[in-house]
């Protein structure tokens, strides 16, 4: 198993421009979640899912949009990037079958300039 | 709102230490709580969850308690390593989604 995957790494975009953070699971988990990450804070949900076609906004929604289209891949939108979304994002999945333990990616560094 | 503070913010220690890092939390309404460790530059690994029906669990030198009725969570490290420093994060999940403290950054020097 994979795990939990992300593309790309590392990003650079200037304000205003708009990109997709892919992330994918293999292991079969109905919840994936979107977390940001910036300097010395500990994560924020930013959106998660429970299932193909349902999502729904945690802490820190604003700027950003989900899709959920089927059980393995979670994108998260970003449209016109701001300097506020520079950070790190992390995607994460669980099941309750694993008592709802969330296994990460390796998170995706995005910088706006 | 759901609060997790995490005691102390930054922690040094010579190798072969014992040690103890401190996580509350302010909702006593909790289905488990998670500590990961997340080492510079790279994402999370699970260290040990603790559903709200048990006290402790123990995974090698670590041992992660929970008392719910005082909002607690403690991960005490026994022995100390070099390969221990990185920052330690403990997480409340009211059921499926996570609150995460701000974590603790553990130096173990040689």
Known sequence: NAGVTQTPKFRILKIGQSMTLQCAQDMNHNYMYWYRQDPGMGLKLIYYSVGAGITDKGEVPNGYNVSRSTTEDFPLRLELAAPSQTSVYFCASSHHREKWEQYFGPGTRLTVT | ?110
């Open chain 2, 1 to 110: 709102k759901q609060e997790v503070t995490q005691i102390p913010a930054a922690l040094s220690v010579p190798e072969g230490e014992n040690l103890v890092l401190n996580c509350s939390f302010t909702d006593s309404a909790i289905y488990n709580l998670q500590w990961f460790r997340q080492d510079p530059g790279k994402g999370l690994t699970s260290l040990l969850l603790i559903q709200s029906s048990q006290r402790e669990q123990t995974s090698g030198r670590l041992n992660a308690s929970l008392d719910k009725s005082s909002g607690r969570s403690t991960l005490y490290i026994a022995a100390s390593q070099p390969g221990d420093s990185a920052t330690y994060l403990c997480a409340h999940s009211g059921y499926s989604t996570l609150t995460f403290g701000k974590g603790t950054m553990l130096l173990v020097s040689p």
